[in-house]
């Protein structure tokens, strides 16, 4: 059937104005990765908010971290805010069940080698989404979100431990505390990478190590910025901890543990809820933005924690009503760009050029002798409204 050409503006073939897929854009750069919710992705590939980020060495600022402000605001334009404060009920039996469903796999499994395929899968699909729900769990607990009482939460944080294999509550509170009141400052925030990895890390094979291994750069890495002073609590989390995996290898051999610590370490590697440590603060797309959201429908095994933006500007806010938060003050959360997906962006991680372990935001310390001399924000945090601390912790 001839084709009437006079139909399509001068047109030699129909193929033509058809873009073909598209792996860098007109001008070489890689693809936009992150968008605000009311643009349309693919429409705006080429739209660059900013130039790409020099690869050579972390973006330095010299400006407050966002949150504050952003809380301050938010609270100005819609005091009712505060209503949406305090803890979550629903977090215990949450754990609860994780708990149970993670030692009711590793029992079954206790006759399978950890080398067959079921095992493997066992721990991969349902043990990394399990731990990494329970990380997470111990995340919100630290937030003594899941009580009204300190000691309670910090209770329920070890027992949320137990299934990972290898404890780790009592010292994640204090270093993520800090994370939150000093974040991007270098030396305390812990969750900034090192100049060796920056040096070591920053090419695709490096990436590839790092999205492989991140769980255990998260782990080992404030060990060698920042020791902290032991507690009781990482004592009694020590003890509780080891104790349970002596009662699990005496009885039902050493193939449960294994599967537990296996979980643990896919839900930190190259698992479709991993990319959420990447996601949170990696730089994007060459924007200054030290924080980004994710609101797919991961967040459901992930405690909300990709309502990241939210999470920050107001860290007493648990995670049922973080999109309670976002759908109140919309005009301060819909004009940010955020990630439409966790997997893509371990993927992305890897293969763009614009980002990589240089891609972070930092900041010179304010006071680090003073951090040394006493002042121990990891040990002082009270949920309060403006995510504050005070010494009433513990």
Not at 332 to 349: A, G, K, Q, R
Request: glycine content about 6%; proline content about 8%.
């Amino acid at each position: 059937m001839a084709v009437d050409y006079s139909l399509f503006g001068g047109a030699d073939t129909l193929s033509e104005g058809n873009l073909p897929p598209r792996k860098l854009t007109s001008n070489g750069r890689s693809p936009r990765r992150t968008f605000t919710v009311n643009e349309k992705g693919r429409e705006n590939m080429d739209d660059y908010p900013a130039p790409p980020q020099d690869p050579s060495d972390f973006l330095w600022l010299m400006t407050e971290e966002p949150h504050r402000t952003r809380r301050t605001q938010i609270m100005q334009a819609h005091p009712e805010v505060t209503k949406l404060m305090g803890h979550e009920p629903l977090t215990k039996y949450v754990v609860l069940f994780v708990v149970l469903l993670q030692l009711s796999a590793a029992l079954y499994l206790q006759h399978h080698s950890p080398f067959s395929p079921l095992f493997i899968g066992c721990a991969y699909i349902i043990g990394g989404t399990a731990n990494h729900n329970l990380f997470l769990a111990i995340h919100e607990i630290t937030h003594n979100l899941a009580f009204k009482g300190v000691y309670p939460n910090k209770l329920l944080a070890i027992f949320a431990n137990l299934p990972i294999g290898i404890p780790y509550s009592a010292a994640f509170k204090k270093y993520h505390i800090e994370h939150h009141k000093f974040l991007g400052q270098d030396g305390i925030d812990t969750d900034l990478p090192t100049r060796l990895e920056l040096l070591c890390l920053n090419n695709v094979l490096g990436k590839v190590f790092f999205a492989t291994f991140q769980i255990l750069f998260y782990a080992l890495r404030p060990g060698f910025i920042r020791v902290q002073q032991l507690t009781s609590w990482h004592l009694l989390n020590f003890l509780v901890q080891i104790f349970a995996d002596y009662l699990l290898v005496s009885n039902y051999g050493s193939r449960p543990l294994i599967y537990l610590v296996m979980s643990s370490f896919f839900a930190g590697s190259l698992h479709p809820c991993g990319g959420h440590f990447i996601a949170e603060h990696y730089l994007w797309d060459g924007l200054e933005q030290e924080t980004y959201s994710y609101y797919g429908p991961l967040n459901l095994v992930a405690y909300n924690v990709g309502y990241h933006n939210e999470h920050h500007d107001f860290p007493s806010i648990p995670w049922t009503r973080l999109p309670k938060l976002k759908a109140l003050a919309p005009e301060f959360y819909d004009n940010i760009p955020s990630h439409p997906s966790w997997p893509m962006v371990l993927v992305n991680f890897i293969r763009d050029k614009e980002v990589g372990i240089f891609a972070r935001a930092k900041r010179l310390a304010k006071s680090p002798a003073g951090l040394s001399e006493g002042i121990n924000p990891g040990k002082d945090l009270v949920t309060s409204p403006d995510g504050c601390d005070t010494d009433k912790c513990e």
